[in-house]
């Protein structure tokens, strides 16, 4: 049995301390479920959905005692309809469309909302329990809005470094000047402005609190302006606040179900689960790890890298999305054509579901057969997802 994206709707990613600030990640991916709702129009107040998966990557505050539960729960989804929240990091609203699309191929699930929320801005600080009762000393708040933290002392130390440092050691390695990166920063802000243009996300995002398009999306940014930017992580490096992914607040969700579902839902199914991949490599070099996540993903759907027509790659750090694309072989043209997350932002746990909502949606408006979701995760892990256009495949 095979598995099929029918719907797809996010939430306008938000910058950090933007406007979305004051809005709680349950309550953001409670707007993403009811807008997926909105589209399948069988499906009512959710009644017929046998589950709902749902990446997370912090969980530290607002999103902490499963969040999907939450968040389905205040979207009006009965209280017989069961909740998980999972956590791969950034990789987490892949993972649960993964896991919600291997329900359904095992006769498990027959309808499965997936999806995934991050709130960067409102993650809070954590104090750590002490050891002993009443300590004498002073004890440091740490955040939890991205990055390792209460790091285990046993932990190899070129582990543990900085996500920015590790991208810093992958530009090395695989010698990426600085001018590339800025040269593709500049480019994901204008592909993305003119998707927004162009209407492309018009369908695909509902606004929250005023909020109407993403808002980190500089249409005035130039490879000039990129590149008199200083390096944040060596006096000396090539990685910028520019050439990076910004911290952001924002939730994305997925419809997965059965060919049967089709009439339940009350859609036509956009594009099938064609192969899935996971990878892993040192936690420092996790930028790399799409590299074979994604190849992984291409064998178990039995095509080659020369039938893939688009592909969304989680822009993470303009170098690790440079060495992902050079590593593949591929046209630079098919990766992110409407922008990627450098200019629309990287809410860890929703940015799964976006990729895997934008591949199949632009599949469809392209007419191309196959598409590839694909994203690198802290501590060393890749993640991706095959897709075919159901339309081109009939």
């Not at 695909?204 to 249409?219: A, F, I, Q, T």
């Amino acid at each position: 049995m095979d598995a099929y994206v029918y719907a797809a709707a996010r939430t306008p990613f938000g910058r950090f301390n933007g406007a979305l600030a004051g809005a709680r990640p349950d309550d953001l991916a409670a707007t993403a479920i009811r807008a997926v709702l909105d589209r399948a129009s069988g499906l009512g107040a959710g009644a017929r959905i046998d589950e709902v998966v749902w990446g997370n990557a912090n969980g530290a505050g607002e999103d902490n005692r499963n969040v999907g539960r939450m968040a389905a729960l205040l979207a009006g989804v009965p209280v017989e309809v069961p909740a998980t929240t999972v956590n791969r990091l950034c990789g987490s609203g892949l993972d649960a469309a993964m896991m919600g699309s291997r329900s359904i191929e095992t006769g498990d699930a027959d309808i499965v909302m997936t999806g995934g929320v991050e709130s960067m801005t409102r993650a809070p600080w954590v104090l750590p329990k002490s050891a002993k009762p009443f300590p004498a000393g002073d004890v440091t708040a740490v955040s939890t809005t991205l990055g390792w933290r209460l790091v285990n002392p046993a932990m190899p130390a070129e582990w543990t470094v900085s996500l920015g440092e590790a991208n810093e050691q992958l530009a090395e390695k695989f010698a990426v000047s600085r001018a590339r990166q800025d040269d593709f920063a500049d480019l994901s802000h204008r592909r993305a402005h003119a998707a927004w243009e162009e209407g492309f996300y018009a369908d695909l995002v509902v606004p929250v609190d005023g909020l109407e398009r993403d808002e980190n999306v500089r249409p005035e940014t130039t490879v000039e302006k990129l590149g008199a930017l200083r390096p944040a992580f060596r006096p000396d490096g090539s990685i910028t606040a520019g050439n990076a992914s910004p911290l952001s607040d924002g939730a994305a969700a997925v419809l997965l179900g059965s060919a049967a579902a089709s009439g339940t839902i009350g859609l036509d199914p956009l594009a099938r689960i064609a192969g899935r991949g996971a990878a892993a490599v040192e936690p420092q070099m996790f930028g790399y790890a799409p590299v074979e996540a994604a190849n992984r993903a291409l064998a178990r759907a039995g095509i080659s890298w020369n039938e893939v027509g688009v592909v969304e790659l989680n822009e993470a750090f303009a170098v690790q999305s440079l060495v992902c694309i050079d590593a593949w072989g591929i046209d630079p043209a098919i990766v992110n054509p409407h922008g990627g997350a450098i200019a629309l932002g990287h809410p860890l746990g929703a940015s799964g579901s976006r990729l895997l909502g934008t591949v199949a949606t632009s599949l469809r408006r392209r007419g191309e057969r196959y598409g590839v979701a694909a994203l690198c995760i802290g501590v060393g892990q890749g993640l991706a997802i095959v897709v075919e256009n159901t339309e081109v495949r009939a």
